[in-house]
């Protein structure tokens, strides 16, 4: 097998994993039942996509390359122009993708910056409180919220006021499951996955799956040391009105 046909071969592959590969991972029976398996089935598809074409593409430009560098004894005039075609293709290709994937590490970078920012300027009024064998930053704020950033977990003190202390030792155990997991960094994926190619189903799907999966994973750790039937109650004390809680609320119950 030629070079060609190898990167002709590596092309199906990528075609493969982003056509077909999301028709069974976007399952929502599957996502629900088996959110860790499934996020890694992404991120494995993310990866072999991407190395797949990646060195496809390389092939394509290395054989335009060789013929301005040697002779290539038993070649046709069709088949250096073939070589050439892909080669200028890959390469047009190649610029697109590096184009897009600088244009979202940039973005990501400043949002990271912006948010680091921020971040640190609450962390410098908030005061730390213990909830069981968790320390967590105690923010004022008339805003109920709570979250994981910068490896600690951010609670505002009207979140902490709506809150029993046994709901809020849940959602404290549901945004540390967050950070010993490093969702982040799966998340920061999907969202270049997006970036890059947004008009694939391919690079929606993985973000979509990315943040779903995360939440449901959370709150299963959540449930497995707090109890199913607690960490139920308290998602929903904790977001009452928030987009996808009830379905979430409804999965854990359906434990019991």
Known sequence: MGLIEVGIVLM???AALTLIAPLLLSRPRFLLNHPVACIRLWVMTFAGAALSITVALGLFIALALRHHVTHVPGHDTVGPLVDQLLGWLAIAVVGILAFR??????????????????????FAGARIRQVGQRDIWVVESSVALVGARMGRVVVTTAMISRLSDSHLAAVIE?????IALHHAR??????LAE????ALRAGQ????AARITTELIADDVAAARCGISLTADALLAAYPVAAGVPERVARLRSRL
């Open 12 to 14: 199906a592959v990528y």
């Open 101 to 122: 994937l600088g244009t979202a590490v940039q973005d990501a970078r400043t949002a990271v910056t912006h948010m680091t920012g921020e971040f640190a300027h609450l």
């Open 174 to 178: 549901h945004e540390y499951a967050h």
């Open 186 to 191: 799966i998340i920061a994926a999907a969202n």
């Open 195 to 198: 970036a890059i190619a947004p």
């Open 205 to 208: 799907g993985f973000g979509s």
